[in-house]
Nanobody, 123 residues
Framework: QVQLVESGGRLVQAGGSLRLSCAASGRTFSSYGLGWFRQAPGKEREFVATITWSGRNPLYAASVKGRFTISRDNAKNTVYLQMNSLKPEDTAVYYC????????????????WGQGTQVTVSS
């Protein structure tokens, strides 16, 4: 069983940057696909980014492509989300998730989730 803990969320001004971290424990996740999702107030949870176990060919939502970067350090069992040029519409609770096998942009493909970390972008 893998447990996930996100951190790094806080209040930041528009145009600023944040790096979120997601630390896994309980089992090495080197062969797992990893994803970041977010949920804004009053909205459904949506896909943000995903990465394979090897770290190659990450996939991004159109709304964050070019601004966000997902990466992972398998030795540290940690996945990161570097967020640059933040906008007020990026305000949400950000969740990381893992799944066995290949990466995916579908929420239903993930079976383990963290508790989320709040990111608030002020205008």
């Amino acid at each position: 069983q893998v447990q996930l803990v996100e951190s790094g969320g806080r209040l930041v001004q528009a145009g600023g940057s944040l790096r979120l971290s997601c630390a896994a424990s309980g089992r090495t996740f080197s062969s797992y696909g990893l994803g970041w999702f977010r949920q804004a107030p009053g909205k459904e949870r949506e896909f943000v980014a995903t990465i394979t176990w090897s770290g190659r060919n990450p996939l991004y939502a159109a709304s964050v492509k070019g601004r966000f970067t997902i990466s992972r350090d398998n030795a540290k069992n940690t996945v990161y989300l570097q967020m640059n040029s933040l906008k007020p519409e990026d305000t949400a609770v950000y969740y990381c998730a893992v799944r066995r096998g290949a990466y995916s942009d579908r929420e239903s493909d993930y079976d383990t989730w963290g508790q989320g970390t709040q990111v608030t972008v002020s205008s």
